[in-house]
T-cell receptor, first 113, second 113 residues
Framework: ETGVTQSPTHLIKTRGQQVTLRCSSQ?????VSWYQQALGQGPQFIFQ???????GRGNFPPRFSGLQFPNYSSELNVNALELDDSALYLC????????????FGEGSRLTVL | GENVEQHPSTLSVQEGDSAVIKCTYS??????FPWYKQELGKGPQLIID?????GEKKDQRIAVTLNKTAKHFSLHITETQPEDSAVYFC????????????FGSGTQLTVLP
């Protein structure tokens, strides 16, 4: 069984640029959630995707957007990067038909200069 | 929205001793309370969870208790081992599952040999 994989693992951007992060969900999972984890903090919910539609959103501005593809993989896009966007971005997959346990990837570490 | 507070932020125990981490939540509609363990450079991993219709749950050396009236829940680890050293996060959700989790700020547990 393949776990959740994320790419890239690390990246550096400058303020105002755009970034795309990618996530492959665990085999058999149809739901993907994205979380932002600032250094020394707990993860914060960005949004969740189910059947290629956004299915819940946290307190993040519209410049954070996402996609889910027919194979359940997902992308997180962030436009107009700000210094405060520097964080670990975690993708988690789950099955809507099960208990809903989240399986996290190892994250993409974004640094905005 | 939901607010989850977690204490202590750091905890050091001797190997073999017990460790207790406490969380409080604000939303009385919350009904699902998972605990995650995050090791350095990895994503969070679910270690135990509890739903609001249960007051206590145990899995080997790990137990979780829930007091709905007081809106707090606790993680208990007995017979701690060096490999228990990690950051532990509590979380809460009103969806009955791991949808749109609100995380606490984390506890760095160090088990001293």
């Amino acid at each position: 069984e393949t776990g959740v994989t994320q790419s890239p693992t690390h990246l550096i951007k400058t303020r105002g640029q755009q970034v795309t992060l990618r996530c492959s969900s665990q085999s058999g999972h149809n739901t993907v959630s994205w979380y932002q984890q600032a250094l020394g903090q707990g993860p914060q919910f960005i949004f969740q995707y189910y059947r290629e539609e956004e299915n819940g959103r946290g307190n993040f501005p519209p410049r954070f957007s996402g996609l889910q593809f027919p194979n359940y993989s997902s992308e997180l896009n962030v436009n107009a990067l700000e210094l405060d966007d520097s964080a670990l971005y975690l993708c988690a997959s789950s099955s809507a038909e099960s208990t809903g346990e989240l399986f996290f990837g190892e994250g993409s570490r974004l640094t905005v200069l | 929205g939901e607010n989850v507070e977690q204490h202590p932020s750091t905890l050091s125990v001797q190997e073999g001793d017990s460790a207790v981490i406490k969380c409080t939540y604000s939303d009385s509609a919350s009904n699902y309370f998972p605990w995650y363990k995050q090791e350095l450079g990895k994503g969070p991993q679910l270690i135990i969870d509890i739903r609001s219709n249960v007051g206590e749950k145990k899995d080997q050396r790990i137990a979780v208790t829930l007091n709905k009236t007081a809106k707090h829940f606790s993680l208990h680890i007995t017979e701690t081992q060096p490999e228990d050293s990690a950051v532990y996060f509590c979380a809460a959700s009103a969806s009955g599952s791991a949808r749109q989790l609100t995380f606490g700020s984390g506890t760095q547990l160090t088990v001293l040999p």
